[in-house]
């Protein structure tokens, strides 16, 4: 009777840790939030972050799922005799920046890299792993942006001259130690790997904790850059999972030369691909258009599905692509992108159910326009350059 009570206890101890662990587990649905990066560069400071959070919590953002609010390259000041990283005169309390930031019910990410500078020329980790991780954790940092840049000089291009699969090996190892002592700070914090995508990047980031990896190059904000990074995404789609996603960079709605029909394409897609929604645009002076897509709750959930699986591309005709996206609980989302500005309504494209594997009308909601739509075969479907359809079917037909 003794002997059972203990197995008993046992089994629900190990239970109960189980069920702890995964509830400590991050990324479990791609992170959402701001970076401030694409916007302000350098000009980030601890008044921009604080706007920052302040305006995520009174504009919506927060309700509608962005939680991190990360602080990007040039926060870093210069390190003591003892190897401490100090901020610079920007940031001149980041434990009370981040206490702020929690305060509001938000999360606080910061950003560093495996060489001696980051891409901006600041100190970053290298030979400083372990002590910078444990800070970042004393600090309370959620989230950790980790930036390849100098150390393919100062460690990749001098160990390892000419030798390209060597180097490859460095820059794996500098991850996995990155990530070690993230782990070992016991504090839980996201893993972002910034390398654009070299070595197949997806391959190997789950395996040494990364939650999520840049895919690509940098993003910039304009249609060409969105849509090479988009077509770049093509066949990545298995890699993508709870904890772990491929990232196609930060979110550029808002911001430079995207005009409206560009910014709903972008943040559509990011949401068929399970990309990470980190919106990178001055919240306090956003205009209520981009507002309004960057808090459209449909679009965020397809992000967001529980099952976690990325969109693929099943067929293009010209310059429209048609994506698929399988949700939970059986329902699918649909995109049909116009990438192209030639087609008229005397040539509308007509749509193949067939191809998308679906037979019969299909009933669904364009998540823009918020009314129910019945897809069918062949259907005529007029769609604006740049401009894109988005369907959720909960029930299709097969
Ligand atoms: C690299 C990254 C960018 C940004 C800058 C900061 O270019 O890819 O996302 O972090 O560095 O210097």
Not at 112 to 122: E, I, L, N, Q
Not at 132 to 142: F, P, V
Not at 325 to 335: F, H, N, P, T
Not at 372 to 377: A, P
Request: aromatic share 10%; charged share 25%.
């Amino acid at each position: 009777m003794r002997k059972t009570l203990v197995a008993l206890l046992a089994v629900v101890a190990v239970f109960s840790f189980a069920a702890l662990t995964r509830a400590q587990e991050v990324a479990q649905t791609p992170p959402m939030g701001w970076n401030s990066w694409n916007y302000f560069a350098s000009k980030v400071d601890d008044k921009g972050v604080r706007a920052a959070a302040d305006e995520i919590v009174a504009n919506g953002m927060k309700d509608a799922g962005y939680i991190y609010v990360n602080i990007d390259d040039t926060w870093e000041g210069k390190r003591d005799e003892n190897g401490v990283l100090h901020t610079n005169e920007k940031f001149p309390d980041m434990k009370a920046l981040a206490d702020y930031v929690h305060s509001k019910g938000l999360k606080l990410g910061i950003y560093s890299g495996p060489g001696d500078k980051t891409c901006a020329g600041y100190p970053a980790s290298l030979g400083h792993e372990e002590q910078d991780a444990k800070m970042y954790a004393e600090w309370g940092i959620d989230y950790l942006k980790y930036d390849l840049c100098s150390f393919r000089q100062d460690v990749m291009a001098k160990q390892a001259p000419e030798d390209k699969a060597a180097q490859m090996k460095l820059m794996i190892a500098a991850y996995e130690k990155m990530g070690k002592a993230l782990k070992g700070t016991g504090r839980p914090i996201v893993y972002s790997l910034c390398q654009y995508g070299w070595d197949a990047v997806w391959e190997w980031a789950p395996g040494l904790g990364g939650n999520l990896w840049r895919t690509t190059g940098d993003i910039q904000a304009n249609w060409n850059s969105v849509y090479a990074i988009l077509s770049q995404q093509e066949g990545l789609e298995s890699y993508a999972g709870p904890g772990h996603w491929n990232d196609p960079d930060m979110l550029e709605v808002g911001n430079g030369r995207l005009n409206i029909r560009e910014n709903r394409s972008h943040f559509s897609m990011w949401a068929m691909l399970a990309a990470p929604l980190l919106a990178g645009n001055d919240l306090p002076n956003m205009k209520p258009e981009v507002k309004e897509i960057l808090t459209n709750k449909d679009v965020i959930a397809i992000d967001q599905d529980k099952l976690g699986k990325q969109a693929h591309r099943v067929y293009s005709e010209g310059e429209v692509d048609v994506w698929e996206r399988d949700l939970a609980g059986g329902a699918k989302a649909i995109a049909v992108l116009n990438a192209g500005s030639d087609r008229y309504s005397t040539h509308p494209f007509h749509l193949s159910l067939a191809k998308l594997g679906l037979h019969g009308p299909q009933k669904g909601r364009d998540l823009w326009s918020g009314k129910d739509v019945t897809l069918s075969e062949n259907m005529p479907i007029e769609i604006a350059s740049h401009d894109i359809l988005l369907v959720r079917i909960d029930a299709p037909r097969f």
